[in-house]
Protein backbone atom coordinates (compact mmCIF):
# COMPACT_ATOMS: atom_id res chain seq x y z
CA UNK A 1 0.00 0.00 0.00
CA UNK A 2 1.52 3.65 -1.39
CA UNK A 3 1.65 6.13 1.63
CA UNK A 4 2.23 9.67 1.69
CA UNK A 5 3.43 11.68 4.15
CA UNK A 6 3.72 15.51 4.04
CA UNK A 7 5.25 18.12 5.91
CA UNK A 8 6.24 21.59 6.38
CA UNK A 9 3.26 23.90 5.58
CA UNK A 10 2.13 26.46 8.08
CA UNK A 11 1.90 30.37 8.54
CA UNK A 12 4.34 32.72 6.40
CA UNK A 13 4.20 36.10 5.29
CA UNK A 14 3.56 37.46 1.84
CA UNK A 15 7.43 37.16 0.19
CA UNK A 16 8.16 34.19 2.35
CA UNK A 17 9.18 30.81 1.70
CA UNK A 18 8.22 27.41 2.92
CA UNK A 19 9.32 24.57 2.14
CA UNK A 20 6.93 21.23 1.71
CA UNK A 21 8.08 17.32 2.06
CA UNK A 22 6.53 14.40 0.85
CA UNK A 23 7.64 10.92 2.36
CA UNK A 24 6.74 7.86 0.43
CA UNK A 25 6.57 4.35 1.18
CA UNK A 26 5.38 1.40 -0.77
CA UNK A 27 5.74 2.13 -4.40
CA UNK A 28 8.52 2.21 -6.55
CA UNK A 29 9.45 5.68 -5.80
CA UNK A 30 11.85 6.31 -9.09
CA UNK A 31 10.22 5.08 -11.46
CA UNK A 32 7.04 7.17 -10.53
CA UNK A 33 5.53 10.61 -12.01
CA UNK A 34 5.26 12.60 -8.79
CA UNK A 35 3.28 16.08 -8.10
CA UNK A 36 2.07 18.81 -5.56
CA UNK A 37 -1.61 19.78 -6.07
CA UNK A 38 -3.75 22.39 -4.19
CA UNK A 39 -6.79 23.08 -3.22
CA UNK A 40 -9.01 26.11 -1.63
CA UNK A 41 -12.88 25.87 -0.10
CA UNK A 42 -15.10 25.17 -3.23
CA UNK A 43 -12.48 25.22 -5.92
CA UNK A 44 -11.06 21.88 -7.57
CA UNK A 45 -7.85 20.49 -6.67
CA UNK A 46 -5.30 22.10 -9.56
CA UNK A 47 -1.89 21.05 -10.20
CA UNK A 48 1.12 23.18 -9.21
CA UNK A 49 4.03 21.32 -9.70
CA UNK A 50 4.53 17.79 -11.55
CA UNK A 51 7.83 16.16 -11.98
CA UNK A 52 8.64 12.71 -13.84
CA UNK A 53 10.82 9.86 -13.46
CA UNK A 54 13.16 11.41 -15.79
CA UNK A 55 13.58 14.88 -14.35
CA UNK A 56 10.82 16.53 -16.71
CA UNK A 57 8.89 19.13 -15.06
CA UNK A 58 5.86 21.25 -15.34
CA UNK A 59 4.84 24.03 -13.13
CA UNK A 60 1.47 26.01 -13.12
CA UNK A 61 1.77 29.11 -14.70
CA UNK A 62 0.83 31.21 -11.24
CA UNK A 63 4.18 29.58 -9.85
CA UNK A 64 6.46 29.50 -12.62
CA UNK A 65 9.69 31.09 -11.52
CA UNK A 66 9.01 30.49 -7.64
CA UNK A 67 8.26 27.52 -7.00
CA UNK A 68 10.77 24.54 -7.62
CA UNK A 69 10.04 20.85 -7.11
CA UNK A 70 12.89 17.94 -6.81
CA UNK A 71 13.07 14.77 -5.68
CA UNK A 72 15.30 12.39 -3.93
CA UNK A 73 14.87 8.83 -4.86
CA UNK A 74 17.37 7.44 -2.39
CA UNK A 75 15.07 9.03 0.43
CA UNK A 76 11.92 8.51 -1.43
CA UNK A 77 11.00 12.27 -0.84
CA UNK A 78 10.03 14.93 -3.26
CA UNK A 79 9.65 18.19 -2.50
CA UNK A 80 8.38 22.05 -3.38
CA UNK A 81 10.38 25.04 -2.33
CA UNK A 82 7.94 27.99 -2.40
CA UNK A 83 9.43 31.44 -2.66
CA UNK A 84 8.07 34.85 -3.06
CA UNK A 85 4.72 33.61 -1.33
CA UNK A 86 1.51 35.66 -2.47
CA UNK A 87 -1.79 35.58 -0.49
CA UNK A 88 -3.53 33.76 -3.88
CA UNK A 89 -1.22 30.86 -2.62
CA UNK A 90 -2.96 30.04 0.61
CA UNK A 91 -4.37 26.51 0.20
CA UNK A 92 -4.17 23.19 1.16
CA UNK A 93 -1.48 21.53 -0.71
CA UNK A 94 -1.41 17.72 -1.28
CA UNK A 95 1.19 15.36 -2.79
CA UNK A 96 0.35 13.37 -5.06
CA UNK A 97 2.20 9.92 -6.94
CA UNK A 98 1.25 7.98 -10.02
CA UNK A 99 1.65 3.95 -9.61
CA UNK A 100 0.88 1.28 -11.46
CA UNK A 101 -1.68 3.24 -12.86
CA UNK A 102 -3.16 4.27 -9.50
CA UNK A 103 -3.28 8.02 -7.93
CA UNK A 104 -2.14 8.19 -4.61
CA UNK A 105 -2.56 11.10 -2.45
CA UNK A 106 -1.16 12.34 0.96
CA UNK A 107 -3.42 13.88 3.89
CA UNK A 108 -2.84 17.41 2.36
CA UNK A 109 -0.79 19.87 4.24
CA UNK A 110 -2.52 23.91 5.07
CA UNK A 111 -0.12 26.86 3.48
CA UNK A 112 -1.58 30.31 4.54
CA UNK A 113 0.07 33.60 3.35
CA UNK A 114 -0.79 36.63 5.29
CA UNK A 115 -0.67 40.16 3.57
Known amino acids: QVQLVESGGGLVQAGGSLRLSCASS????????MAWYRQTPGKPRELVAR???????NYADSVKGRFTISRDNAKATVSLQMNSLKPEDTAVYYC?????????WGQGTQVTVSS
Open 51 to 57: LTSGGVT
Open 26 to 33: GSMFSANV
Open 96 to 104: YERFLLSDY
